[in-house]
């Protein structure tokens, strides 16, 4: 997937928040050993400045190939 990224755009955000924090949460279901995962910084009065959506993919440790994810793994990731 092609992306774009406004750096300009970025520094203005910056420029005009004194406060500003991250928050992120697992969106969906896992799928086999993908999920996806939103990120969001917003300034102190809760206006989303910036926003993202990732796709991660969970290894295993000893093999390096992709792990399914299960109910277990994803519960303390989840927001609800």
């Known amino acids: 997937l092609p992306i774009g990224v406004d750096h300009d755009r970025k ?3 910056a420029e ?3 406060i500003a924090h991250g928050r992120t949460h697992v969106s969906g279901e ?3 050993a993908r999920f996806d995962r939103e990120v969001q910084f917003v300034d102190g009065e809760g206006k989303v400045l ?3 959506l990732t796709r991660w ?3 295993d440790r000893e093999t390096t190939r992709p792990a399914r ?4 793994i994803a519960a303390p990731f ?3």
């Open 57 to 59: 993919v969970m290894l």
């Open 30 to 32: 896992p799928r086999g």
């Open 69 to 72: 994810i299960t109910a277990e």
């Open 16 to 18: 005009a928040c004194d």
């Open 50 to 52: 910036v926003s993202a």
């Open 11 to 13: 520094l203005e955000v």
């Open 78 to 80: 989840r927001s609800e």
